[in-house]
C-alpha cells in the first residue's frame, strides 16, 4: 500500500536575516551572506583566524516566546521554541488538541553558552558549584524537549546530531513519522548557537573560511579553491502534515 504523500505547511525561521519567512526571503534574494564579526576579544582565536560569522542580531521574540518563559532556556531551546510556534501559525493551526505531534529536531553542537558556563563553574569551583539549571539545558535534546513542552506534543520527540546533514535528516525523519501514520503532524528542523569559544575551535580545525591567497574572507562552497564555510545560528522548523489532511 502507497504511503501518503507529506507536505510542508508551514515555516518559523531565526537567522542572520531576523525573524520569520518574509526576512528570510529578502535575505536569499540578495544573493549574499549575512556576516557580522566575531568578537574575538577573549583570546581564543589565532591572529590569522576567521573574523566572520552569520549571527543573529538582538531580536524581540517576545510575540513568540515570553521573557519569563525565555529566561529558563539555552539560547538554542529559545529560537526552536519560537520557530515552532511561528511555523504553527504560519501553517493556520491554532490548536494541536487531539493530534499526535511528533518533533524532530537537528543540532550540530547543542546548548554551547550553558556548557560552557557550566564547564567553567566545575572546572573553577568544584563539582558541588555545577547548577543544575545549566545542565538540564546542555543535554543535545533540550531543545527538541522544550519544543515538546511548550507546544504540547506528546509524539516521538527525537533530536538528530550528525552535523551539515542534520536538519535533512530531520526533515526526512519527520515525514516518515507522518507517511506512516505514527503522527498526524510533525515538527522538524533544526537549532544551533554560535559562540566565541566554538568559532575559534572550528577555526583551528580550517573549518571555517579564512582570507588567504588574495581572496577575502568568504565561503565559495561551490569553488575549487573553496577554504571553509561560514558559521551560524538560528533556527528553521516546519509542520509536516499528510497532504490529505493539509487540504482538508
Same mark, same amino acid.
Given at each position: ?14 537567522? @542572520? ?7 528570510? /526571503?529578502? %535575505? ?19 591572529a590569522d583566524a576567521s573574523r566572520l560569522a552569520a549571527l543573529v542580531p538582538k531580536?524581540?521574540? *517576545? ?5 519569563? !518563559?525565555?529566561? +529558563?532556556?539555552? #539560547? ?17 493551526? @491554532?490548536?494541536?488538541?487531539? +493530534? ?7 543540532? $550540530? ?11 567553567? /563553574? ?8 555545577? /547548577? ?10 533540550? *531543545?527538541?524537549?522544550? #519544543? $515538546?513542552?511548550?507546544?504540547?506534543? &506528546?509524539?516521538?520527540? #527525537? ?11 530531520? =526533515?526526512?525523519?519527520? $515525514? /516518515? ?8 503532524? %510533525?515538527? *522538524? ?6 559562540? !566565541? ?17 588574495? &581572496?577575502?574572507? %568568504?565561503?565559495?562552497?561551490?569553488? %575549487?579553491?573553496?577554504?571553509?564555510? =561560514? *558559521?551560524? !545560528?538560528?533556527?528553521? #522548523?516546519?509542520?509536516?502534515?499528510? !497532504? ?5
Amino acid at each position: 500500500m502507497k504511503s501518503p504523500a507529506a507536505v510542508l505547511t508551514g515555516l518559523g525561521v531565526v537567522g @542572520a536575516h531576523g525573524i520569520g519567512r518574509a526576512s528570510l /526571503q529578502e %535575505a536569499l534574494l540578495t544573493g549574499r551572506p549575512l556576516v557580522s564579526e566575531i568578537d574575538r576579544s577573549a583570546g581564543y582565536h589565532a591572529a590569522d583566524a576567521s573574523r566572520l560569522a552569520a549571527l543573529v542580531p538582538k531580536l524581540d521574540l *517576545a510575540r513568540w516566546l515570553p521573557p519569563a !518563559e525565555a529566561r +529558563r532556556l539555552s #539560547v538554542p531551546s529559545r529560537y526552536a521554541v519560537a520557530a515552532a510556534r511561528m511555523a504553527l501559525e504560519d501553517a493556520g493551526l @491554532a490548536s494541536l488538541e487531539g +493530534r499526535r505531534v511528533a518533533v524532530v529536531l537537528a543540532t $550540530a553542537f547543542g546548548a554551547l553558552l550553558f556548557t560552557e558556563k557550566l564547564v567553567r /563553574q566545575i572546572l573553577e569551583e568544584g563539582p558541588e558549584s555545577a /547548577q543544575p539549571f545549566y545542565f538540564s539545558e546542555c543535554v543535545a535534546n533540550a *531543545a527538541a524537549g522544550r #519544543v $515538546a513542552i511548550a507546544l504540547g506534543a &506528546r509524539g516521538a520527540n #527525537v533530536t538528530i546530531t550528525e552535523r551539515e546533514a542534520g536538519p535533512l535528516l530531520a =526533515l526526512a525523519r519527520g $515525514a /516518515q513519522e507522518v507517511r506512516e501514520g505514527r503522527a498526524d503532524l %510533525a515538527i *522538524a528542523g533544526s537549532a544551533d548557537e554560535l559562540t !566565541e569559544f566554538l568559532h575559534a575551535m572550528l577555526d583551528r580545525f580550517r573549518g571555517t573560511a579564512r582570507a588567504e591567497g588574495g &581572496r577575502e574572507e %568568504a565561503p565559495r562552497p561551490f569553488d %575549487a579553491a573553496r577554504n571553509g564555510v =561560514l *558559521a551560524g !545560528e538560528g533556527a528553521s #522548523v516546519v509542520v509536516i502534515e499528510r !497532504e490529505d489532511d493539509a487540504a482538508a
